[in-house]
């Protein structure tokens, strides 16, 4: 079994040359504990380090094959096992993600995500996966693709189809994965990641927040992703999304100070990294969302749905952007 490899060496047996430290929980739990302005200043300070302040990375999702996923996580309206209203659909012609591709390209976004409810592709369907990826690379696109569990081979095959990113989350902290999620293992998230890897794909990789965790479980959480190596390029932080009949429908509410302490806590430890507002920006005031960006935010999901949930119109965004002299990062 491959796994994504963690850092071994603590932080005072790093190299002179070394750019990314092992973060302890502890120290990540230090940061989250900080008082909040000095939390987000600190982390704006390490933002305009390695990144221009004032540009957004902008992906548009696509749900390519949509419900009926024999996987039972608490937090998805997908799964087969909750009665959420989620219909069924097949795979989506390619033309059709093509012309979708097209449109989120006008809009101004540089990457194009495509998310399909599997536990993981069948050899069968990496062909057509395949034909979508090159059709949507031929349109000047970055490609992201979450399509669950991969077997050996297949993130090579995805990888030379034109493939750039490939999304598989952690979801939460190491020791509450299997409260969360009830058919896979945290060690099988870990295998995948090692095989995308192996491939030369670049990786997102985040989580969700808000799913009754305590902050010391999301402290667990960044930490977890923090100490992958290579970090991850892409670092979505979702906030719980609660979906009728699914088992964390009635989670207690997040308080927004806290979503944003944990995208300042993830751009200290990550600085490198994309990190991306993610699922829940719709419950967000402008306000929120601009503090997040002050964090060190500097990726959101442009377009009007997330899979199957609600995303800010694009309209919208284009506002707040403005308003917040904010530019869409363009891929050369």
Known sequence: MTHYTLHLKAKEELTPHSTVQYWRKCQVEELFDMPFMDLIFKAAQVHREHFNPNEIQLSTLLSIKTGDCPEECEYCPQSARYDTGVQKQAILDVDYIVEKAKIAKARGASRFCMGAAWRGPKPKDI?????????????????????????????????????????????????????IVHTRSHDDRMDTLGKVREAGLKVCCGGIVGMNETRAERAAFIAS????????????????????????????????????????????TMPQSYVRLSAGRTDMPEAMQALCFMAGANSIFYGDKLLTTENPEQEHDRVLMEKLNLQPLTVE
């Not at 031929?138 to 090579?156: D, K, N, P, V």
């Not at 979702?238 to 300042?264: G, M, S």
């Open 127 to 179: 062909a057509l996966l395949s034909d979508i990826i090159k059709a949507v690379k031929e349109q000047g696109l970055e490609t992201c693709g979450t399509f669950g569990m991969l077997e050996e081979g297949m993130a090579e095959e995805l990888k030379d189809a034109g493939l750039d990113y490939y999304n598989h989350n952690l979801d939460t902290a190491p020791e509450r994965y299997n409260h």
């Open 225 to 268: 992703l923090a100490n992958l190596s290579p970090q991850p390029e892409s670092v979505p932080i979702n906030q719980l999304v609660k979906v009728e009949n699914t088992p964390l429908a009635d989670a207690e509410e997040l308080d927004w100070t806290e979503f944003v302490r944990t995208v300042a806590v993830a751009r200290i």
